[in-house]
């Protein structure tokens, strides 16, 4: 067991490359890439599940777990060293979960070049993966970037009308942030010599590096991942890379990674420097949040009504881990888990409807609840996970991200993000209603009646049941993520302290790395 | 007290009843959802029918009471946020769940003769029985997240059921209202709730009374804010100003449903939830007057609109509006017994008025205009006496089950000082719109010749018959118990009624003019509508601003929709959308976009400036990290240590 436990995270990471390599030799043929892609998805989400199943919770667990490190390169001292805590955990595994969905979304959507589209697609879960368990700088932005990369280029190739153009926006908002990002890594190895995690946590808390500079190296990490989230007003890229990727990419190129780095690398590494830039986040995060779910109210397309919708929705979490409370940084963590799990399901279903019908204009549509009832009966399900609806998923982490906002930031700014609820209610019903109630539509009447099948109900049941699931029964997953965001050593019940925890110390931790 | 209650089964078992019709409905014979969709309810009611009994036959028992039921495993536990899966019996939830299992029943056996015809009965009645999940939780729920859970869901179960008939547009547009509107409400409740965890560190109801209890400093300042912020989602739920406006429009749902969800328990939640967490409001002399201004105030405000409205439905729904706000009164000068006791007979009354007007309109069709009714006193009888049984009592008449708790709350008001007075005097001139409009309605109904010959009207099958005959003898009987007998059970859940010792005389007084009040109401509406038929057009000819005004409902959905909906939408898409979004922050990005392409493609000539090959360039370089990631270089460095050092032993 302690073997796999070692090789686990290794595996993971290996698993989705192994199936993109061999996409690309066998040949485009009987859905033999699909077939591959998908056996791939669920195999590296199997492997995923074995993380939650052997996680510790003893006291003297360490924080970090199926922890390895290796030495790679000797000069720059590069470790390949992954390991996960609470906050990644779940991440890495809903990374896994929404691989098979998004190969189930592309099944019948993509059907050119086959072979590229489900090999990139994998890379891109490798990176993904990366980007979770990293814990070496340098590991972690090569993750960071490999993760870009896939996704250009497939927003470039499979564009629902201008591919090329949204790609290139997509490109200049995430690239170029990333090159400050990379200034910053490098400046941090020139001072300290090392890239790693820990240790560099150690020297920014020790106060021998100059406070000036290290202002502007989180400052320069904050940017490059509030862009990735997106945080407004950086958000220019989102409304046309959700109108030209294809479903199967667009529902994970926004928030998770950047909200992942926010927790681990903004906050985990520069403490004292986040402390200082939160009141802006908070601010913009409440912004974001009304100025997205207004958006959201006037959209005409669906594909820019949900980037708006997300836009909102990742505020909203980016205001419960910038608040620095225990609260809200377990609804925080919560509802990325909660996000991606909707926005899976009804991502897929409109997938679906763009397929058929050919186009995503929300006044097209109309009344197709009697020749859909499946479609729209899990539609509607996802909307009210969506919005909030206690016993499914969202109202968990919607009120753990409000409540440690209403008691640990300010009352004022906890109201104003409240108000997003009535909003989010409205847009959501609205494009329900727009799509699927009154009379049936032109577009509606144009083509006969075909539900979902098999393949998709097989996503759609788990994914709706789990919706269910973790409002119900949110204590599956709120314990671990609670020891990710409680350092050991905490004593009050709501303020983070973000104080160093002992045992990372230099000396024992380049030891550990070069035994 | 036994401690085995499991009083999770109750709302469990229709939750099961949902399950199955929602999923299989399709595809079970009808008798067999009709089976599942009256089962599930008539074993919860008799759950609580046992329980009851069991409690009323057993006087320590009740001592007994509260009675708490939590699940061992906790639902939230994160942070500053610590709750349980927790249900309790009281006296107050033991009315509520009689109420709402019973009357809910009733509406489920009417439905089945109702529906029977529609296509979607499955889904209707896994909807209906839906609701029934989440009103029993709301009622039993022990804390106020697990309150909020039924809240928001007997919301939704609203939601789907008043856009039952989804093609129509008018009927997607109301459920949608209905929902958003109370949303504005559960942002109070939200608030409240944050509050509550702030200030006193849990959700749980008996803890809060308990923190409230031991320290006098409680009163006014938070405690106001917080109850005012549960009044505000009691206004979105129970229908009342400012919040009132989605409820006329919700009669576009099924007629039983009205008849439940509009009428009879959901819209009396927010009742309920201030009677449940009335020791808030009772530290708060503030909180409580303005729950009263609210109530006496739509009270008189939707007994007006009600006056001159001619859809049957809508008529009922703004006397439904304008009974909760008596509710609101009850409550509001903390006579919350009366409130509930109101509540209960309301629900009678008010369940059986909507069921009432459901046989008319299926009798003739479909057909809802009061205008094109009339002469159908012998075509339905049942229909006619037991709808006369409820206008009797809506209207007050003694010894019809309202006119007991609508005195109770009007003396209560009277009781309170020279502003009770005045909160008095509106409740009375209410009770007069009230009888005046019940009465018109029933006139044009029933009285006089038929005004759409053509249609042959035929009474309802015995499946609709039946409940309204029980509803009928409830609407006579139930307030027989009396508000004394009705008060001191409740009192150990919601507070001692105030009263004033031996002033029977007073009492008497009161109630003898509330009586006479409603009788000048039936006597002025048999002036207009029986004897003098052509007056009622005369006045309005007279009057045409006042009428206009009322029939337009005083133009609030069009003021709101000026004031509210056009400037949002207007400010999202011309300022956010085109001046922020498109403008200032698409240009900047464009703007720096094009610098940064353009050093790019000054300082490195050789970059082609196409995005393909620099994606290739970056995908080469990835690859190479990980190829570099492949190879476990420490391992190898290791196992190539251990042969040289291996090699340098020998």
């Known amino acids: 067991m302690n073997e796999i436990n070692q090789s686990i995270l290794t595996l993971i990471l290996l698993v989705p490359l192994a199936g993109a390599v061999l996409v690309a030799l066998v040949p485009d043929r009987f859905k033999l890439p699909n077939w591959i892609a998908l056996l791939t998805a669920l195999g590296t989400f199997g492997l995923t599940l074995h993380l939650p199943a052997h996680f510790s919770f003893a006291a003297d667990a360490p924080r970090f777990q199926f922890e390895i490190t290796r030495l790679w390169i000797e000069k720059p001292t590069i470790f390949y060293h992954v390991g996960v805590d609470g906050l990644s955990l779940w991440l890495v595994v809903l990374v896994g979960l929404l691989a098979p969905v998004g190969v189930v979304a592309s099944w019948n959507a993509i059907q050119a070049r086959r072979k590229l589209f489900y090999a990139l697609f994998l890379v891109q879960q490798t990176a993904m993966f990366g980007v979770f368990i990293s814990l070496d700088l340098m590991v972690y932005y090569g993750f960071w970037e490999l993760s870009l990369v896939p996704m250009a280029i497939l927003i470039a190739m499979y564009g629902r009308k201008d591919g090329p153009k949204a790609a290139l926006k997509f490109f200049l908002f995430t690239f170029i942030p990333s090159a400050p990002l990379l200034v910053a890594i490098l400046w941090l190895y020139a001072k300290t010599g090392s890239f790693d995690f820990a240790t560099l946590r150690f020297w920014v808390a020790s106060g021998a590096l100059p406070a000036g500079a290290l202002f502007w190296v989180a400052l320069a990490f904050l940017f490059a991942f509030a862009v990735k989230v997106p945080v407004f007003p950086l958000h220019g890229w989102v409304a046309d890379t959700f109108s030209e990727a294809p479903v199967a990419l667009a529902m994970v190129v926004a928030g998770k990674l950047g909200l992942y780095s926010m927790l681990r690398f903004h906050i985990g590494l520069f403490p004292v420097q986040a402390r200082a830039v939160a009141p802006v986040l908070i601010g913009l995060a409440v912004i974001g949040i009304l100025y997205g779910a207004c958006l959201a109210l006037v959209q005409r397309d669906f594909w820019r009504l949900m980037a708006y919708a997300a836009l909102s929705h990742l505020s909203l979490i980016t205001l419960g881990i910038y608040g620095l409370t225990l609260t809200g940084w377990e609804g925080a963590v919560y509802q990325i888990l909660n996000h991606g799990v909707v926005d899976g399901a009804l991502f897929l279903l409109l997938g679906l409807l763009y397929d058929r019908y050919a186009t995503s204009q929300i006044n097209a549509y109309g009344g197709l609840a009697a020749k859909l009832p499946r479609t729209t009966t899990f539609f509607v399900i996802g909307s009210l996970a969506m919005i909030g609806l206690p016993m499914l998923n969202g109202f968990v982490g919607e009120f753990l991200i409000l409540l440690g906002t209403f008691t640990g930031v300010s009352k004022g700014w906890a109201i104003a993000a409240t108000l997003g609820v009535i909003l989010g209610a409205a847009y959501m019903l609205w494009l329900v209603q727009r799509l699927f109630y009154g009379p049936e539509s032109a577009l509606a009447a144009s083509k006969p009646p075909q539900d979902l099948r098999l393949g998709q109900l097989a996503v759609l049941w788990p994914l709706t049941a789990l919706m269910l699931v973790m409002g119900v029964a949110p204590m599956l997953w709120l314990p671990t993520i609670e020891t990710g965001a409680r350092p050991p050593q905490l004593r009050t019940p709501n303020i983070l302290p973000l104080v160093l925890p002992q045992s990372a110390s230099p000396t024992s931790l380049n030891g550990e790395g070069q035994r | ?650």
């Not at chain 2, 006579?335 to 008319?360: E, P, Q």
């Not at chain 2, 809802?368 to 049984?389: E, N, S």
């Not at chain 2, 290739?616 to 990290?625: E, K, M």
């Open chain 2, 1 to 650: 007290m036994n401690a085995h209650l499991h009083l999770w089964l109750i709302p469990l078992l229709p939750f099961a009843g949902f399950l199955l019709n929602g999923i299989l409905g399709g595809r079970l014979p009808k008798w067999l959802v009709t089976a599942v969709a009256l089962l599930t309810p008539l074993a919860a009611f008799c759950m609580v029918l046992q329980i009851s009994l069991g409690l009323f036959a057993n006087p320590i028992a009740i001592a007994h009471l509260p009675f708490v039921e939590t699940c061992s495993l906790p639902w939230i536990n994160a942070g500053l946020l610590h709750v349980n899966f927790s249900f309790v019996l009281d006296q107050l939830s033991l009315v509520m769940l009689l109420v709402v299992t019973g009357v809910g029943f009733l509406i489920h056996v009417y439905s089945v003769g109702y529906m029977g015809d529609d296509k979607g009965y499955a889904r209707y009645f896994s909807y209906l029985n839906l609701f029934l999940f989440f009103m029993t939780v709301l009622v039993l729920a022990g804390n106020a997240l697990v309150m909020f859970i039924g809240w928001e869901g007997v919301g939704l179960a609203s939601y789907l059921l008043i856009g039952f008939w989804f093609q129509k547009k008018s009927a997607a547009d109301a459920g949608k209202k209905a929902f958003i509107v109370n949303r504005i409400g559960d942002f109070g409740f939200l608030i409240g709730m944050f509050l509550l965890i702030a200030n006193f560190g849990t959700l749980t109801f008996t803890d809060i009374a308990a923190k409230l209890g031991q320290d006098p400093g409680w009163n006014g300042g938070v405690v106001t804010v917080i109850a005012l912020c549960l009044m505000l989602g009691a206004t979105g739920k129970s229908a009342q100003l400012p919040l009132y406006i989605w409820l006329p429009d919700a009669m576009e749902g099924p007629t039983p449903v009205s008849a439940l969800i509009h009428a009879a328990t959901m819209v009396t939640a927010g009742v309920y939830m201030v009677a449940r967490t009335h020791v808030l409001f009772d530290h708060s002399p503030f909180a409580l007057s303005v729950v009263a201004i609210i109530g006496a105030a739509t009270a008189i405000f939707a007994a007006t609109i009600a006056l001159v409205q001619n859809d049957i439905k809508r008529v009922l729904a703004y006397s439904t509006i304008s009974q909760l706000g008596y509710m609101f009164l009850g409550c509001g000068v903390a006579a919350y017994s009366a409130a509930i006791f109101h509540l209960m007979t309301h629900a009678f009354f008010k369940a059986l008025l909507f069921m009432a007007a459901g046989s008319v309109i299926h009798a003739i069709g479909g057909e809802q205009d009061l205008r094109k009714m009339g002469g159908l006193r012998k075509k339905l009888p049942v229909t006619f006496w037991t709808m006369t049984a409820a206008v009797l009592a809506i209207a007050g008449f003694f010894p019809f089950a309202g006119f007991f708790s609508k005195d109770a709350i009007l003396y209560a008001a009277f009781l309170q000082g020279t502003n009770g007075k005045i909160l008095w005097f509106v409740g009375l001139l209410t009770a007069l719109l009230t009888s005046f409009y019940m009465f018109r309605l029933w006139y044009l109904t029933f009285m006089g010749e038929s005004r759409s010959p053509e249609v042959h009207p035929h009474e309802s099958p015995w499946s609709m018959r039946g409940p309204l005959v029980i509803l009928a003898l409830l609407s006579v009987c139930g307030g027989w118990i009396g508000m004394e007998r009705f008060g001191n059970f409740l009192a150990p859940s919601v507070g001692v009624l105030p009263t004033e010792a031996g002033n029977m005389r007073l009492e008497i007084i009161l109630s003898i003019v509330a009586v006479l009040v409603a009788l000048e109401g039936w006597l002025i509406a048999d002036k207009l509508y029986r004897r003098k038929p052509a007056r009622p057009a005369q006045y309005a000819a007279a009057l045409p601003t006042g009428y206009k005004l009322l029939a337009n409902k005083y133009y609030v959905d069009e003021l709101y929709g000026a004031v509210v909906v056009k400037p949002l939408l207007g400010f999202s898409k011309f300022v956010l959308e085109w001046v922020v979004d498109f403008v200032i922050l698409g240009g900047a990005a464009w703007l720096l976009g094009g610098i940064a392409t353009f050093t790019g493609a000054i300082l490195q000539r050789w970059q082609s400036g196409n995005l393909r090959s620099y994606a290739a360039w970056l995908a080469a370089g990835a690859a190479a990290v990980l190829l570099f990631l492949l190879v476990p270089w420490a391992t190898v460095l290791a196992s190539l240590s251990a042969i040289h050092l291996g090699m340098a032993g020998h």
